[in-house]
């Protein structure tokens, strides 16, 4: 099976990287889906996103996105958040009680956190 290096990457750590058979992320264009041997493309992430990386070994990781670039290349594909968590270190209480947040980024991050961590939104 065709691999891709793949990286996850917020300001602040590096939370994922490793090779990758399929990473679907949300951009500002649309949810998009990347295969090793993927055209190149620079795409910006959205506000509130949702990024999950099918691993070589099987095994599916996600994360809650906010902001950000999302850079392909044939073999390698880089997800570079303003700000990140990974869906097994979200609090899924916090989250839901920032659904009631008024502003409406902040609802979205949540809405994100939620869903990343495979929670009903």
Same mark, same amino acid.
């Given at each position: 099976?065709?691999?891709?290096?793949?990286?996850?990457?917020?300001?602040?750590?590096?939370?994922?990287?490793?090779? =990758?058979?399929? /990473?679907?992320?949300? %951009?500002? &264009? !649309? *949810?998009?889906?990347?295969?090793?041997? +993927?055209?190149?493309? #620079?795409?910006?992430?959205?506000? =509130?996103?949702? /990024?999950?990386?099918? %691993?070589? &070994? !099987? *095994?599916?990781?996600?994360?809650?996105? +906010?902001?950000?670039? #999302?850079?392909?290349?044939?073999?390698?594909?880089? /997800?570079?958040?303003? %700000?990140? &968590?990974?869906?097994?270190?979200?609090?899924?209480?916090?989250?839901?009680?920032?659904?009631?947040?008024?502003?409406?980024?902040?609802?979205?991050?949540?809405?994100?956190?939620?869903?990343?961590?495979?929670?009903?939104?």
């Amino acid at each position: 099976m065709a691999e891709m290096s793949v990286e996850l990457v917020a300001v602040e750590r590096r939370l994922w990287s490793g090779t =990758g058979t399929f /990473v679907v992320a949300q %951009t500002t &264009e !649309g *949810e998009i889906g990347i295969m090793p041997g +993927h055209e190149p493309m #620079l795409g910006q992430l959205v506000e =509130g996103g949702v /990024v999950t990386i099918a %691993t070589s &070994e !099987g *095994e599916h990781v996600g994360a809650a996105v +906010h902001g950000g670039f #999302l850079s392909v290349t044939s073999d390698r594909v880089s /997800v570079l958040a303003e %700000t990140a &968590e990974m869906a097994g270190e979200i609090d899924v209480a916090a989250a839901r009680e920032a659904l009631r947040d008024e502003d409406e980024v902040e609802r979205a991050r949540a809405s994100a956190r939620l869903r990343a961590a495979g929670q009903p939104v």
